[in-house]
Every structure is written in C-alpha cells, then in structure tokens.
C-alpha cells in the first residue's frame, strides 16, 4: 500500500509543493484553519478531476493504485499544508 503511496507516487512531489505554497499564499489573505481547509478542498477537487482526465484503470493498472495514489497526493499536500501553517496564529 505505501509503495502506491509514497514510492511510485512520482507527482507526490508537486501536491507536496503545491500544497505547502499554496498554504502559504492563502495564510496572507485567509485565516490558517480557513487557508488549510481551503487546500484540502483543492486537493481532494484536484483528484476528482484528474479521474476524469486520466481514468482510473487506464493510467493506474487498478482501481485500488488509483485510490492509492490519490490518497497520497492528497495526503501529501494537507500535510505539507499543515506544516507551514503550524501553528494555527491567526
């Protein structure tokens, strides 16, 4: 399961990315709990449109590598979203 996560996961790098950058920019015009829950929805948005640009199946193999690979794409960008806001100061 994690090596869908995490180790194959070869784009886990941009949610990362996007997801403490995007933190960040949010944090100057939005509270912090408002900017994490903002990138949180724009995580998990971002994984359902790609299902219908990429398919499931198609890119992944399965079904199951596909959740797998959202998850961590997900994962990554809130968790990296929430080390840059921590802790919550506004």
């Known amino acids: 399961m994690i090596k869908y996560m995490i180790l194959s996961n ?4 941009f949610h990362i ?4 950058f995007g933190a960040r920019v949010l ?6 709990k408002t900017a994490f829950y903002t990138v949180l ?6 994984e359902i449109i ?3 640009i990429d398919g499931t199946s198609r890119t992944y193999g399965t079904v199951f590598r596909w959740a797998m690979d ?3 794409d997900i994962l990554g960008a ?3 979203a ?9």
């Open 17 to 20: 990315l996007a997801g403490g």
């Open 78 to 80: 809130v968790v990296m």
């Open 82 to 90: 929430a080390i840059v806001l921590w802790p919550w100061r506004q």
């Open 70 to 72: 959202s998850t961590g």
């Open 50 to 52: 790609e299902i219908f």
């Open 27 to 32: 944090s100057l015009f939005l509270k912090a």
């Open 10 to 13: 070869v784009y886990l790098w």
């Open 41 to 46: 929805g724009i995580a998990v948005s971002w």
